[in-house]
């Protein structure tokens, strides 16, 4: 079994920054890519962004390019996602989940490649 859960999120005005943690127990970590998707009041679920196992790699939505960086620790199980200038627009619960593959991932940008997901956690943008 895995368990997927995130820390960080929180209340904070546009222009600011916020950086989430995904914390990970109950399976094999360091061999999987990770990916971070939000979910928007009256959304459906977006991908935001996708770190390779080993983090040699990612990958970004368009819509937070640039201010967004996704990162992880193997040694401490935990995947991170840095959120700076931040906008209203970012407002949503925001998911952490692991890849059901080891190594490698086809289509990074879908929720049915992953198929572990932490509870969320808040982030809201005030303008």
């Known amino acids: 079994q895995v368990q997927l859960v995130e820390s960080g999120g929180g209340l904070v005005q546009a222009g600011g920054s916020l950086r989430l943690s995904c914390a990970a127990s109950?399976?094999?970590?360091?061999?999987?890519?990770m990916g971070w998707f939000r979910q928007a009041p009256a959304k459906e679920r977006e991908f935001v962004a996708c770190?390779?196992?080993?983090?040699?790699?990612?990958a970004y939505a368009d819509s937070v390019k640039g201010r967004f960086t996704i990162s992880r620790d193997n040694a401490k199980n935990t995947v991170y996602l840095q959120m700076n200038s931040l906008k209203p627009e970012d407002t949503a619960v925001y998911f952490c989940?692991?890849?059901?593959?080891?190594?490698?991932?086809?289509?990074?940008?879908?929720?049915?490649?992953?198929?572990?997901w932490g509870q969320g956690t808040q982030v809201t943008v005030s303008s």
């Open positions: 109950g399976r094999t970590f360091s061999n999987r890519a």
């Open positions: 770190i390779s196992w080993n983090g040699d790699s990612t």
């Open positions: 989940a692991q890849a059901r593959t080891l190594y490698g991932i086809n289509y990074y940008y879908m929720s049915s490649q992953y198929a572990y």
